[in-house]
């Protein structure tokens, strides 16, 4: 069974970068045709996919937020990290990670729980 973790601070000020760690347990994040993802809903919005990592390390970004976003991995640890750098209020949601298959489309079958992130000053 997999499980995700989500870790991190719930609090940032406004032009901080955020720091998210997503934990994985009940299998190595290396294993083939595995992809490790972000999204986050903002309060009274839909989900947002933010972007993911693969098995192999190769990573892809919503291009609304990819000159903010960054993606990496400690195979070591068995987690995979979010930086959001710049942040202001509208960043403010409860963001996931996720893991991700392709079949015939995209699609997510492990979640984390969810952490709240307030970004005010």
């Known amino acids: 069974q997999v499980q995700l973790q989500e870790s991190g601070p719930g609090l940032l000020k406004p032009s901080q970068t955020l720091s998210l760690t997503c934990t994985v347990s009940g299998g190595p994040i290396t294993t083939s045709s595995n992809y490790w993802s972000w999204l986050r809903q903002p309060p009274g919005k839909g989900l947002e996919w933010m972007g993911r990592i693969s098995y192999s390390g190769n990573t892809a970004y919503s291009p609304s937020l990819k000159s903010r976003t960054s993606i990496s991995r400690d195979t070591s640890k068995n987690q995979f990290t979010l930086q959001l750098s710049s942040v202001t209020p509208e960043d403010t949601a409860v963001y996931y990670c996720?893991?991700?298959?392709?079949?015939?489309?995209?699609?997510?079958?492990?979640w984390g729980q969810g952490t709240q992130v307030t970004v005010s000053s």
């Open positions: 996720a893991r991700e298959r392709i079949g015939l489309n995209w699609y997510r079958d492990y």
